[in-house]
Nanobody
Framework: QAQLVESGGGSVQAGESLRLSCAVS????????LGWFRQAPGKEREFVAA???????TYYADSVKGRFTISGDNAKNTLYLQMNLKPEDTAVYYC???????????????????WGQGTQVTVSS
C-alpha cells in the first residue's frame, strides 16, 4: 500500500517561504503522478499542485500559481513544494499519489491515495 510522509511545515510571516517535503516509496515515485493538497479548518481538502512522473510536467491551482513550485528528486524519492506564502495559505498540507491514473492532472482528492498525516503551515499577517 502506498504511504507518503510529509514534513517541513511551520509558522511564518506573510511573504516568507517554506519548503515542504514528502517521502515516497520508490515504486510509487517512479510510477504515479504525485500531488499536493491542503485543508484549512472548516473547509474541504483542495488541490494545490501536481507533478507528472512520465514527463515531469507540472500543474497548479490558480490560487498558488506563480508562488508555489512542485518538484521531485528521483535520487531521494522525495517530492517538494516550495512556497512563497500568504495568510490564506494557512492549512494542513498533504501529499498523495494519483492511484486512479485516469488523466494528468487530477484535482480530485478521491482519486489519490497514500495520504499521510499532513504537515501544518500557519502564515500570519
Amino acid at each position: 500500500q502506498a504511504q507518503l510522509v510529509e514534513s517541513g511545515g511551520g509558522s511564518v510571516q506573510a511573504g516568507e517561504s517554506l519548503r515542504l517535503s514528502c517521502a515516497v516509496s520508490g515504486h510509487i515515485f517512479s510510477g504515479y503522478h504525485l500531488g499536493w493538497f491542503r485543508q484549512a479548518p472548516g473547509k474541504e481538502r483542495e488541490f494545490v499542485a501536481a507533478l507528472s512522473y512520465s514527463d515531469g510536467s507540472t500543474y497548479y491551482a490558480d490560487s498558488v500559481k506563480g508562488r508555489f513550485t512542485i518538484s521531485g528528486d528521483n535520487a531521494k524519492n522525495t517530492l517538494y513544494l516550495q512556497m512563497n506564502l500568504k495568510p490564506e495559505d494557512t492549512a494542513v498540507y498533504y501529499c498523495a499519489a494519483d492511484l486512479a491514473a485516469r488523466r494528468f492532472p487530477s484535482r480530485v482528492p478521491s482519486e489519490y491515495g497514500g495520504w499521510g498525516q499532513g504537515t501544518q503551515v500557519t502564515v500570519s499577517s
